[in-house]
């Protein structure tokens, strides 16, 4: 095993433990009502645009369902 593989096999434990915290956090949060007020109307309002710009019914449906909750962008 080289160095870097050991070093970050070490390093998992830990990673682990920050994902979960991570994942913990996210879902306490959006589970507030008015968080939950927000996530809806958002949701509504980018179904109703995209209905909007030319989408139908079911094909604006489908994109908003396969968006799931909105979430923050990744720190590549």
Known sequence: MSDASAQL?????AIRNMVQSIMEAHVDLIARPDISRSLASYTRNYYLALVDQGFTE??????VISGGIPS?????
């Not at 096999?9 to 434990?13: D, G, N, S, T």
């Open 58 to 63: 079911k094909q604006a449906l489908k994109i």
């Open 72 to 76: 923050p962008p990744s720190m590549k």
């Open 9 to 13: 096999e070490a390093l998992q434990p």
